[in-house]
């Protein structure tokens, strides 16, 4: 008795052994399958053992969304038994143990169990258990998505709201997204999307929302689909008021003009519906001279500066925008008027003054780099310590590091006393004893070549 029990729990742990470090005796390939309405579907399983070498017998049964679980067919190696309910859709596909649904409702819906015993002919008493879960989803493909919007009519800019819908008349599980001439919409705060993004509502809409509009709609059985685009027009602006001409010579707010030239102005805003322009002369009384985007001045007209004013103003938002400029009448060169037309700001006057001054500058501190040397270091060998002097190999002291660089040699003749003088206090001319004296002068910097190298 106590020699049985032993072999039992041994054949247990081999079981538990074998259960748990094989391969698995059979795989699922895909253990979630998204169906179609109406079309079948194929809940593959892959058997990893030899059929003829053991007995088998399970079954398949279906968890519904409601949690009934239902057993669909029992079979063993021979025989199968098929739900009734089911017999017409269902077909166990041996020797594999895939199972094929026919015609998916959607009750179809959930989770597909596959429990399988394997029992070896080699083994007596031997059993594998499998169990598989395959998750099965079934949807209606979608159809081309309509969108609406509301209202259907242009809207003002800051004022008014939209709300775009987006439907389709078949498709179970669909989600939708927006495009904007064909770009997904940047979320920005104003827009609100529904859960499931069927409806979009700008609140409120601005000018960036212009554009065409299409919604997407898909599932997981099928790929989005685009509705055609819808106009959204939004009306805005005046915005970025310039006045700009042709002629004459600008900076800043001031316009320069050659006298008895005829000058045209052109007043530009970006705005939705154009903008009416009104030109208002400041200097008269703040009369309206003309109106529309043009302004024609003849500067004989002009006694003096004159001020001016553009003004836009879109009649669907009651938004206008102002520019104000100043008419100078004065003689302008051409060569001037063709440098002021480059853009700079800076009076070519100035420039010159400016550069002449600077070469002034470098001749000024040439010539007196020539006369005096007020930066240089001015050394005589002949002052070395006696003790460097003797040393053999050596430039004559310690930190020859310092003495690199271009050499200017300097004899002074009796005859420069009047040099001397100017430059002694800077050039430590004092320190020369000798009239021969031979005066380095250290300028320019240490070469690549470290000193040791060549002390050695
Ligand atoms: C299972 O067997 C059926 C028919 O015997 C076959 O069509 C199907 O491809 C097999 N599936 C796998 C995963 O081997
Ligand atoms: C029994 O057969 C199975 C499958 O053919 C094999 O994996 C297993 O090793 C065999 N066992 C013995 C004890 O031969
Ligand atoms: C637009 O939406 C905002 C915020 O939802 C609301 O306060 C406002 O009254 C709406 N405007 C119009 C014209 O419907
Ligand atoms: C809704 O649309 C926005 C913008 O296109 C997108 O970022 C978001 O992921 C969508 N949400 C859902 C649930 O599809
Ligand atoms: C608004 O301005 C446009 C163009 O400037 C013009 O065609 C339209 O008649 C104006 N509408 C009203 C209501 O004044
Ligand atoms: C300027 O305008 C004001 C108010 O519009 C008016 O009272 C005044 O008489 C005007 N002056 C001239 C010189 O037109």
Known sequence: MEAGGRTALCVCSILFMLTDVSPDFIHVPLSIHHGIEGESVLL???TRFPLDDVEIQGTWSHTGP??????LVTFNKETTITDMTYRDRL???GPNVSLLIHELHQADEGDYHLKLNIAFHNETGLVIKEERTVHVTVDVPVSTPVVEKSPSYAV???KANVTWTCSVERGTRVVFQWLRDNVALDLRDGYRFSRDNSTLVIAPVRKEDRGSYRCVAGNAVSRGRA?????????YGPYNLEVNSGQGLRTGEVFTINPGELVFFECQADSNPPNSYVWISKSRNATVITEGPRLEVRSYKLAQAEEYLCRAFNNVTQKQNEAQFTLVVASLGTGKEKHSQAGGYLSPLAAITVSSLFVIGCMLLFFLRRT????RVLMSIYNRPLSEQKRPHRSGHE?????FGIYEFVSIPGKMESAQASCRSLARLESVQDMH???YDVIGHVPETPSQSLLN
């Open 44 to 46: 593959s399983v892959e």
């Open 66 to 71: 409601s949690g009934v679980r239902t057993t």
């Open 91 to 93: 077909l166990f596909r």
């Open 156 to 158: 003002v800019e800051d």
């Open 227 to 235: 509705s055609r685009a819808v106009e959204l027009n939004v009306y």
């Open 372 to 375: 005096c040397h007020p930066k």
């Open 399 to 403: 930190d020859a590091t310092e003495d």
């Open 437 to 439: 004296t031979t005066i």
